[in-house]
């Protein structure tokens, strides 16, 4: 990461991290790891996306106490993302059962 994130509540600072998720279907569990060292866990979604990207790479969003999260990471050559945003996944989940006028 080329700047200091927060992930599921925790700042890692800049640098180099591994990312490994298991499960299967869209929602995986996913290890954030520096070295040999998980430095963080959580949830996300695997989504389908309409092209490949030609590079590896991350996006983010700024939260209101200043800091950075990340929201997702996506793959050099692979037509899928990973969801990391807690807080969008949770509400579009929440919307998506809530039944009402549309």
Do not use: C, H
Not at 14 to 43: F, H
């Amino acid at each position: 990461m080329y700047e200091d994130v927060k992930v599921n509540g925790k700042t890692l600072p800049a640098g180099r991290y591994d990312l490994s998720w298991e499960g299967s279907g869209s929602n995986v569990q996913v290890n954030i790891r520096q070295g040999k060292e998980t430095v963080a866990t959580l949830p996300a979604q695997v989504e389908a996306s309409k092209s490949a990207p030609a590079s590896t790479g991350y996006s983010t969003k700024k939260e209101d106490d200043g800091s950075t999260s990340i929201t997702s990471v996506f793959f050099a050559g692979k037509k899928y993302v990973l969801n990391l945003d807690q807080q969008a996944a949770g509400a579009s989940a929440q919307s998506a059962s809530t039944p009402g006028n549309k």
